[in-house]
């Protein structure tokens, strides 16, 4: 029986992949981000998961305003690097695990989540970013990856608690999965933390609510899982948002859970840039 051993919460800064396609990673700027870095990659190295679901949000190259799902499964093989239009990021494609997706989705529809199946897409720095940050630069990705996109680009996102739920029955899905090859799953949420990259407030950061985030994520989940649109994009500005991407995370881990490592850093590419590896007792 397939079952969730860990989660991390991680950002999804752009600029981070930049740094490390570059090998910027020991520059006086990227040092203080990337020493934080490197007691996960230790961590995750050790786990050796058998395939990571990662969720993240697409960032109009697999789907654009004209069709928005709220949760997208992707089902495919393989998921190509997108252009975002500088070429692909110079990483491995993206393998995927069709035979649990397709579990997934099964199990997920008839739990009532009414999941957009996608069976072609384009994965782009919000998958690949995290890949990079948890794995380094090697030849292929060391495990599938079951890509779960949400929508917080399009009014209105799911709330919080939504996502929360989705994270417990994704892993109910999981436990009744009785394939091979994805025994020990890790899960990803991606996204955040506070930062806005337009209008009056552009550049804002708010350490003090994302700490206490990371404080209710880890104690009190399913409060933090209350918070709404509106203290989301009064506290961490509209792209802090992405936080409730963690919160599928979260949801899929034990109610008690073991913090292994906590690392933030100010700023990285006007972003508070937010690590948390939480693992189940």
Do not use: K
């Amino acid at each position: 029986m397939a079952r969730i051993v860990a989660g991390v919460g991680c950002s999804h800064v752009p600029a981070v992949g930049v740094a490390i396609d570059r090998g910027l990673t020991a520059d006086e700027y990227w040092a203080p981000y990337f020493a934080g870095v490197e007691p996960a990659r230790a961590w995750m190295a050790e786990l050796r998961p058998d395939v990571c679901i990662v969720v993240y949000n697409d960032h109009a190259s697999a789907f654009s305003l004209e069709v928005v799902p709220t949760f997208a499964l992707g089902l495919a093989a393989e998921f190509p690097v997108a252009d975002e239009g500088y070429g692909p990021r110079p990483v491995p494609p993206v393998l995927g695990h069709p035979e649990l997706a397709w579990h997934l989705a099964e199990s997920l529809i008839l739990d009532e989540f009414d999941l957009t199946l996608v069976n072609e897409m384009a994965v782009d720095h919000g998958l690949t970013v995290p890949l990079s940050v948890l794995f380094g630069q090697p030849e292929a990705w060391p495990c599938p990856v079951v890509p779960l996109a949400v929508n917080v680009i399009q009014y209105p996102p799911p709330t919080g608690r939504r996502c929360f739920r989705l994270g417990q029955a994704l892993r109910r899905a999981v436990e009744s999965y009785a394939g091979a090859g994805a025994e020990r799953v890790a899960i990803l949420g991606t996204g955040g933390m506070s930062h806005q990259l337009h209008g009056q407030r552009a550049g804002l950061i708010n350490v003090d609510f994302d700490h206490a985030f990371l404080d209710g994520l880890v104690a009190d989940p399913e409060a933090v899982a209350g918070i709404s649109h509106t203290e989301y994009l009064r506290e961490a500005g509209a792209e802090g948002i992405e936080l409730v991407m963690w919160l599928v995370m979260r949801g899929a881990l034990d109610p008690e859970v073991t913090e292994v490592h906590r690392a933030t850093h100010v700023p990285t590419s006007n972003t508070h840039n937010g690590l948390l590896v939480l693992e189940n007792r």
